[in-house]
């Protein structure tokens, strides 16, 4: 296998701010990830099977990404990386198995934005009445550049714009909870056409397999918060906690959409709705918090697509650096912000959100997702076998059986978007299949390091370089 011959010029212009992110910042940026959707998209899994049935598969969602988190910590913690995942699977699976799994992770994190600022312009085209292109590219513009100006800043932004967002989940919880009613549930009727059909599983269990990956919209790219181990304050012990307290409120957030919003307006109607939670308000009488509501919606829209962006740049920006993707994406600015791994994704995405189809992006996302989910809990289960002594700040509880769990579940949560939308499917997997096709026919080739652990030591050795000639001059 051939290597890149790097030295400390290369690195020195290739690293990021340490010491931006505490636990608390980082748990707003899990948050921040994924509260979007508990505004939209969830809903119609509803619409697949029911109330009862998108209940199990939000259940068996849930347990997978909590089991899928509680891997992530401890591995997290034992290889603080910008690549998360990617730096995960490369340390115990080699460089392809590394490069496999980031480029999953990137399908994900470069797709997901683009269906998300579709949503931001339909937002946008209920509030002011303009909606297409020129919005899309507004928004790619302004919060690329405020990540452009330092993570620091970018992440504070971010906290201000969540605390918003999920102000507005609160609000609607507090104004519903007292006219809850469990009938309301289950107010879709059983479908003829399905053998042992009930009012529980009106569509039966196929019905629930379609619905796992809106399941997966109450929780998807919280496993992102590894990506900023390189800019945390204290990786070993900030990442973990970061993670988990970010699950843990996800987790809450789901459950009160989940029951409250269709219990009070019908699963029915919520199944159908493009913003339940303001219909919800509106058939509670609400309307003047429902109008907040609508506009805070719009915040949380912005903060899943701002975090997403941070996402894709440190993911883009470690590939880069180690050789998988071309150099010049890791080159970093006077701030330390990744200034071509931040522009040419959200070029990509901008050119991919022109087609208007945010739904068929979303599922293309998760598809990306599912497939890195997999690889990264398999990634756990051999660096507890092969590398039992490794030192873990922080053990995940249950080890391998909890990653385990994780594996299977999101091998079954990958068959459900083909259950739902074949198409979705099959345009992902072509993508996965060029981008390795990339890596095993050129980029393979051209490697910074052999291992991850050679390429920390390198940057390490860079850093300490780098602060010595600051100290003389």
């Known amino acids: 296998m051939g290597k890149t011959k790097i030295d400390q010029d290369y690195l020195a212009k290739r690293q990021l701010k340490r010491g931006t992110a505490g636990w608390m910042l980082l748990a707003g940026l899990g948050i921040s990830y994924v509260i979007s959707g508990d505004f939209a998209g969830w809903n119609?899994?509803?619409?697949?099977?029911?109330?009862?049935?998108?209940?199990?598969a939000a259940a068996l969602?849930?347990?997978?990404y909590f089991c899928l988190v509680l891997a992530l910590a401890e591995m997290s913690a034992a290889i603080p990386a910008a690549g998360g995942g990617y730096s995960f699977a490369r340390q115990v699976m080699g460089p392809a198995g590394g490069y496999l799994t980031g480029l999953a992770i990137l399908i994900?994190?470069?797709?997901?934005?683009?269906?998300?600022?579709?949503?931001?312009?339909?937002?946008?085209?209920a509030l002011l009445g303009i909606n297409g292109p020129l919005v899309y590219a507004l928004f790619y513009a302004v919060f690329i550049a405020i990540h452009l100006f330092g993570a620091g800043e970018a992440l504070k932004t971010m906290m201000v714009i969540s605390a918003l967002a999920v102000f507005a989940i609160i609000a609607t919880a507090l104004a519903l909870i007292g006219n809850f009613d469990v009938s309301n549930l289950f107010d879709i009727k059983a479908s003829a056409d399905v053998a042992g059909a009930t009012s529980f599983l009106p569509f039966?269990?196929?019905g629930v397999w379609a619905a796992l990956p809106f399941g997966m919209w109450l929780f998807l790219a919280v496993e992102g918060v590894p990506l900023a181990a390189e800019e945390a304050k204290n990786p070993e012990k900030d990442v973990p906690k970061g993670i988990i307290a970010a699950m843990i409120f996800l987790l809450i957030s789901a459950v009160l959409v989940v029951f409250l919003l269709a219990g009070v307006a019908g699963a029915e109607a919520m199944g159908k709705s493009a913003v339940p939670l303001v219909d919800a308000l509106n058939v509670n009488g609400n309307t003047t918090l429902a109008t907040v509501v609508n506009v805070l919606g719009l915040a949380g829209l912005i903060a899943s697509f701002f975090?997403?962006?941070?996402?894709?740049?440190?993911?883009?920006?470690?590939?880069?650096?180690?050789?998988?993707?071309?150099?010049?994406?890791?080159?970093?600015?006077?701030?330390?912000?990744?200034?071509w791994a931040l522009i040419v994704p959200g070029v990509l995405g901008f050119l991919a959100s022109l087609t208007g189809e945010g739904d068929l992006m979303l599922a293309m996302a998760v598809v990306g997702a599912t497939i890195?989910?997999?690889?990264?809990?398999f990634s756990h289960i051999l660096l507890r076998v092969k590398n039992p002594d490794m030192p873990r700040p922080y053990k995940t509880p249950g080890g391998v059986l909890t990653s385990g769990i994780a594996f299977v579940l999101s091998i079954i949560a990958l068959t459900g978007v083909y259950a739902f939308d074949p198409r979705a499917f099959n345009y992902t997997i072509i993508l996965y299949v060029i981008g390795a096709l990339y890596y095993?026919?050129?980029s393979k080739n051209h490697l910074v390091a052999k291992t991850a652990e050679e390429e920390f030591a390198m940057l390490e050795a860079a850093e300490a370089d780098l602060t010595h000639e600051l100290s003389e001059n």
Request: charged share 10%.
């Open 44 to 56: 119609f899994g509803i619409a697949e099977a029911g109330w009862g049935g998108f209940a199990i």
């Open 61 to 64: 969602m849930a347990v997978m």
């Open 108 to 125: 994900e994190y470069a797709i997901a934005p683009a269906a998300i600022v579709i949503f931001i312009g339909s937002a946008v085209e």
């Open 372 to 377: 890195s989910y997999a690889l990264m809990a």
């Open 204 to 206: 039966g269990w196929h």
């Open 307 to 339: 975090s997403i962006i941070y996402g894709y740049s440190r993911l883009v920006f470690a590939l880069s650096r180690a050789g998988y993707l071309p150099q010049f994406l890791s080159l970093t600015s006077k701030k330390k912000t990744p200034t």
């Open 440 to 442: 095993f026919l050129y």
